[in-house]
């Protein structure tokens, strides 16, 4: 006796007793081929039978096993199995559930009411055709000799399906004997090795492989005839998820919600060659696939598809596939690249970690940058790498020109041509760059349209082919990178402009303390000489020059462009005018302050109590305004220093001490009250 018995023989079957048994309920599976038994899970609540049956056969099973309920999950085509079912329920009280797979609802190709009709139609065209339908329906097609003739056909490798292949009069060469499922490639791959113009498919919807012959037909132009399904009584249908509704109902269980496998890949470049078994294994296995068109189709997989890459849109949908699917359900998320290298996949790993019904893992792939490294045949394990897709230009310019000047191999990856175009201007500011230097570009790697190529940075402006893009420079002499403050006055030009001292200023800077991802306001900049030199030592900073003096901002760009500081912006305002506009300081250097030092400070304190403040006094008037402000303000770390340097200079014969005025060096953490 069992509580369920399953007409089954697919996928939607073997989903139903999988459920069933893990929910403790015992049931029969009734399969037609050897293929159903050993595709249906080993359990001792799961009763397999094989063997086609009568209505009358189904009765005396009906007594022997005494169902609750009788499941028909058979094929969508099996019409006359489904008619039997019915006629074996006829005089029972048994409920029937009818379980079909959706279709997929596809527009185009040739459709037909049955198989005689496609037949009557493949007759009057012209070239071979590729039968997907199965071996029942071979006698249908092969009754006529013009259509049997170029027929090959596509079955499963038993010898039931082979005697039928004989039985219709095939040759061998006609045969093709294979286990599915087939993705779009397998199918290209045999429309081009038998010269394929006609294609026959079912309706068999997603599980069947029915979009991967759409796609196939698509991609090499043959025409593909479609025989609909046969029509269904008006009873109800279910899909496996409403089956189960239904069957808790009747039953009185509750079935245990599914797990959600889902696997992160990282698919490359773009080209399937590229990768990696594991992560094929994991395509071809999934249920379902999310990612970008691009990497879909590149995927060649019969799962349902969503072009969906953020967690945002990701997450809901997994959600209704737990509540939808029993048993396991296998997903996979697709990443352009390397999962582990510039990769929304971090993200989503995060999001997916506080889901409990998920599995996680992560499967790398070859970034693009390993393979344009491998296509100038070097090692990439020195370089700086660095990303500008999607990044505004001031959050990546000064970065890739301070790397170009001072790493011997520098990697980037870019948002298209735009970026190519911006690179090149970027490079023509730096002296001499050919004379050490070289720039590699590599487009659409892996894909049929690969190229890569020298360009000269002034040839970059002619580059507008939309595509992916991804830049290699290498400098064989590059410059080495100081540790401290090393810009003397001399680099600086000055005019009438004010100037911080070169000893005041190498200290001021070291007092600092900046981080890499400093933003730091100069307030009362002069020439800029401290935004600059802050600038160069930490290019990922946003180093923000305010001075009032528009001769003076003048001077500040034209130093900024001469010395490369492209994380230098220059704010026209006396503060504290202008700092609401900025983003808030981590790092604040105030030189001039035209007697407003504590407006000033109340400002920044105001964008962040935590801001690390350093400044000079020169006179008396200022020294009281800083010990105003250290009694202000709660603050953490205080150093106050006087300097007091002097400089030699040649005097005849000797080298004479020329003092500079004494300056006063203030620095402290401000604290959070």
């Known amino acids: 006796m069992s509580d369920v018995l399953i007409f089954s023989g697919t996928t939607e079957g073997r989903e139903l007793a999988e459920a069933l048994a893990d929910a403790n309920v015992e049931c029969d599976v009734c399969v037609a081929t050897e293929y159903g038994v050993q595709t249906t899970r080993k359990s001792p609540l799961i009763h397999v039978r094989l063997g086609r049956l009568d209505a009358d056969g189904m009765r005396a099973l009906y007594r022997e096993t005494r169902p609750k309920v009788v499941v028909d999950a058979t094929h969508p085509y099996a019409a006359l199995v489904s008619q039997t079912v019915r006629e074996s329920l006829a005089d029972t009280q048994i409920p029937l559930l009818r379980v079909l797979r959706p279709t997929l609802a596809r527009s185009g190709g040739a459709r037909y009411a049955s198989s ?27 009754a006529d000799e013009s259509v049997r003739s170029r027929i090959i056909a596509r079955v499963l490798p038993s010898v039931e399906s082979l005697q039928a292949c004989v039985d219709a009069g095939l040759d061998g060469k ?43 037909a698509e991609e090499t132009g043959v025409e593909l005839h479609v025989v609909a399904r046969p029509g269904e009584d008006a009873q109800e249908t279910y899909d496996v998820a409403g089956a189960l509704r239904r069957l808790e109902s009747e039953l009185g269980v509750t079935f245990r919600q599914g797990r959600v496998e889902v696997a992160l890949v990282g698919v490359g470049c773009g080209a399937r060659e590229l990768m990696t078994e594991e992560a094929r294994r994991a395509i071809a296995d999934a249920d379902y696939l999310f990612g970008a068109k691009r990497m879909l189709d590149a995927a060649d997989s019969d799962a349902i598809a969503y072009p969906y890459y953020l967690q945002e849109d990701i997450v809901p949908i997994l959600r209704k596939i737990r509540g939808e699917r029993p048993g396991l359900t296998r997903v996979c998320a697709l990443f352009s690249g390397d999962s582990g290298f510039y990769s929304g996949c971090e993200k989503l790993a995060a999001a997916l970690r506080e889901l409990e019904f998920v599995d996680l893992r992560v499967l790398p792939g070859v970034s693009s940058v390993s393979l344009l490294a491998a296509r100038l045949g070097i090692a990439w394990h020195d370089a700086q790498v660095l990303s500008l897709h999607g990044v505004a230009p001031d959050g990546w310019e000064a970065l890739l020109l301070d790397s170009a000047r001072r790493n011997g191999k520098t990697f980037f990856l870019t948002s298209g041509a735009a970026d190519v175009r911006r690179v090149g201007k970027l490079l023509e500011t730096v002296p001499n760059f050919q004379a050490s230097s070289r720039l590699w570009l590599g487009y659409n790697l892996s894909y049929p349209g690969e190229k890569v190529a020298e360009y000269a940075p002034e040839n970059c402006k002619q580059i507008t082919a939309p595509g992916l893009y991804v830049g290699a420079i290498l400098n064989s002499a590059p410059e080495p990178r100081a540790l401290a403050p090393d810009l003397p006055d001399a680099a600086f030009t000055r005019g009438d402009v004010p100037m911080t001292k070169e000893e005041t200023r190498k200290l001021a800077v070291c007092a600092l303390k900046l981080t890499p991802e400093s933003v730091l306001y100069d307030v009362g900049a002069g020439t800029g000489s401290v935004a600059i030199q802050c600038a160069l030592l930490a290019p990922g900073a946003r180093v923000f020059a305010i001075e009032r003096n528009p001769d003076a901002v003048a001077l500040i760009e034209e130093n900024a462009a001469r010395l490369g500081a492209r994380n230098v912006r220059t704010v026209t305002a006396l503060a504290p005018d202008g700092l609401d506009a900025l983003p808030p300081p981590t790092h604040a250097f105030i030189g001039g302050t035209q007697g407003d030092l504590i407006p000033i400070l109340d400002k920044i304190y105001a964008l962040n109590p935590k801001t690390r403040a350093v400044g000079t006094a020169a006179t008396l008037e200022s020294l009281a305004q800083w010990q105003a402000a250290l009694d202000r303000y709660p603050a953490a770390n205080v150093e106050v220093v006087q300097i007091a340097a002097s400089r030699a200079r040649k005097l005849g014969a000797y080298r004479l001490l020329q003092a500079n ?9 401000m604290v959070e009250k």
């Open 116 to 142: 005689d009709e496609c037949a009557a139609a493949l007759a009057k065209t012209e070239g071979n055709i590729l039968l997907t339908t199965g071996s029942k329906e071979l006698a249908v097609f092969c």
């Open 661 to 669: 005025n004494p300056v006063f060096l203030f620095a402290f953490d």
């Open 174 to 216: 006609q045969i093709v004997a294979m286990q599915g499922p087939f993705g779009k490639e397998a199918n290209v791959a045999l429309i081009r090795q038998y010269n394929i113009k006609h294609m026959v498919a079912k309706e068999s919807g997603a599980p069947g492989g029915e979009d991967a012959k759409w796609r196939a």
